[in-house]
């Protein structure tokens, strides 16, 4: 399926196999939005085994009939946080099951595409035309986008510390910053209907075309690549960075799992189980990349030599959409069917993470100017990293004229800011305003710390420093 039967958006329906849920569900979300209730506490999970195997599978179902989650992620607060399309409503639920709601004010929202931001809040796209954030305290934030627009579905976070996000229908693919600034880029070919994003270590990001039959890419400056598939309507649907250096994909009408370089040669896996409607993909800290199938209820993994694995779901018709790492180093997802979020047992070995920090500043600025420095903390190991110390050390007499909330401290002692957790691949971004005093040059560095244990100690600290000339 693709989700878009629940968010408005037109069906494709290429194949004459496509199922009959479709409308079933479209139908539900009709019945669902005439009554919404407010729920607070999800009923007991299906019980774990006492002692889990790696391929176990736990489930919590949700409150509501007719939630339809969608899109999962992990947030900063190592948290896993999902959308409900059904509800209106964002959710989050603890690696133990423990599950917290939010509502989304107003009548016309259905959030779908999700992903943790730059900034510690988790962002969000809401096919009203809107992209929206949520601190991990509840509060809520959205912005308008253009009324020419088109309608957001896939988000996820940049390369340069902003928001990108996908626009289908509108054929577009848009940014927007973390203020909320936000700009589109339109693609080459009407009707490509772009459909997930996602950011690779080369620091570009990299889409699908779920009707364009293409993968894109555009850079962080707007330009746009795109690489057609070899077989036509084989329908491009989710994207994933490898941990192979390339890029991974569902070919939902296909049933294949396909891979690009990042130079565009595409390699494609036929699935074993046939017509199983691949849908969501994420990279687990095992090594490989572990996969949703649809229309066989089930959780598949691809070794990055192209070897396959299959995990059935306990239920019939769940309709297993999104899936992601979690912050416990097991595989999350969404099932749109079945009102579920469940886990998947993985064996990954001791955690390993790998930090990295940059530091960006002008390389001169006038004497008693403000400037701003920003300090990237990126995620490049294959687990989560937990209890980030980031922190920025300035000399004496560099004022401090607007940090980000949270910093323990100011000059002449370091700015510290604390992240409960840093997922695999995701990155944050700290903007740090002063005024240049009068000395020659100013020297700053920045610095990373975690506590995930780690046998290399040097992957979970790193520096990085800058000179600034005053002119």
């Given at each position: 399926m693709s989700p878009r039967a629940l968010c408005g958006s037109p069906p494709r329906t290429t194949r004459s196999r496509r199922p009959s849920w479709t409308f079933q569900l479209a139908a539900a979300l009709l019945l669902t939005l005439i009554s919404l209730p407010v729920a607070s506490a999800a009923p007991a999970p299906t019980p774990a085994p006492a002692r889990a195997d790696v391929g176990d599978i736990t489930e919590y179902p949700l409150p509501t009939a007719g939630s339809f989650p969608g899109e999962i992620t992990t947030g900063s607060d190592g948290n896993l946080w999902f959308t409900e399309v059904g509800i209106r409503k964002i959710a989050r639920i603890t690696p133990t099951g423990a599950l917290t709601e939010y509502q989304l004010p107003g009548d016309d929202h259905s959030p779908f595409g999700i992903a943790a931001g730059p900034d510690g809040k988790v962002w969000f796209t809401d096919i009203s035309r809107r992209i929206g954030n949520i601190t991990t305290a509840g509060l809520i934030t959205e912005y308008d986008l253009p009324a020419d627009s088109g309608t957001p579905f896939a988000i996820t976070t940049g390369p340069d510390g902003n928001l990108w996000f996908t626009e289908d229908p509108g054929d577009r693919i848009g940014k927007i910053t973390p203020s909320g600034k936000i700009t589109e880029?339109?693609?080459?070919?009407?009707?490509?209907?772009?459909?997930?994003?996602?950011?690779?270590?080369?620091?570009?990001?990299?889409?699908?075309?779920?009707?364009?039959?293409?993968?894109?890419?555009?850079?962080?400056?707007?330009?746009?690549?795109?690489?057609?598939?070899?077989?036509?309507?084989?329908?491009?649907?989710?994207?994933?960075?490898?941990?192979?250096?390339?890029?991974?994909?569902?070919?939902?009408?296909?049933?294949?799992?396909?891979?690009?370089?990042?130079?565009?040669k595409i390699t494609e896996y036929p699935l074993p189980a046939g017509s199983s409607g691949p849908d969501g993909i994420a990279a687990g800290p095992d090594g490989n990349l572990w996969f949703t199938e649809q229309l066989t209820d089930g959780i598949g993994r691809i070794t990055p030599d192209g070897d396959f694995a299959r995990y059935p779901l306990p239920n019939a018709g769940s309709l297993p959409v999104r899936i992601t790492a979690g912050p416990d180093a097991n595989m999350w997802f969404t099932e749109i069917g079945g009102d579920r979020v469940g886990r998947l047992e993985l064996d990954a070995g001791p955690p390993r993470a790998d930090l990295a920090v940059?530091?960006?500043?002008?390389?001169?600025?006038?004497?008693?100017?403000?400037?701003?420095?920003?300090?990237?903390?990126?995620?490049?190991?294959?687990?989560?990293?937990?209890?980030?110390?980031?922190?920025?050390?300035?000399?004496?007499?560099?004022?401090?004229?607007?940090?980000?909330?949270?910093?323990?401290?100011?000059?002449?002692?370091?700015?510290?800011?604390?992240?409960?957790?840093?997922?695999?691949?995701?990155?944050?971004?700290?903007?740090?305003?002063?005024?240049?005093?009068?000395?020659?040059?100013i020297i700053a560095k920045a610095a990373v710390t975690?506590?995930?244990?780690?046998?290399?100690?040097?992957?979970?600290?790193?520096?990085?420093?800058?000179?600034?000339?005053?002119?």
């Open positions: 880029y339109p693609l080459p070919h009407p009707g490509s209907a772009p459909e997930s994003i996602v950011t690779k270590p080369d620091g570009n990001l990299w889409f699908t075309e779920i009707s364009g039959n293409r993968i894109g890419k555009i850079t962080p400056k707007g330009k746009i690549t795109e690489y057609p598939l070899p077989n036509a309507d084989s329908g491009p649907d989710v994207i994933t960075a490898g941990p192979d250096g390339n890029v991974w994909f569902t070919e939902l009408f296909a049933d294949r799992i396909g891979k690009i370089t990042p130079k565009g940059h530091l960006s500043a002008p390389s001169s600025v006038r004497r008693g100017a403000e400037y701003t420095y920003a300090v990237t903390v990126t995620n490049k190991g294959p687990f989560a990293a937990a209890d980030l110390a980031v922190t920025l050390t300035l000399p004496r007499g560099v004022a401090v004229t607007e940090a980000p909330p949270g910093a323990d401290r100011r000059t002449p002692t370091p700015l510290t800011w604390h992240v409960d957790a840093l997922g695999a691949g995701q990155l944050r971004v700290f903007h740090v305003t002063v005024r240049a005093d009068q000395r020659p040059a975690s506590r995930t244990p780690d046998r290399n100690r040097r992957n979970n600290t790193d520096t990085a420093t800058t000179r600034v000339f005053g002119r």
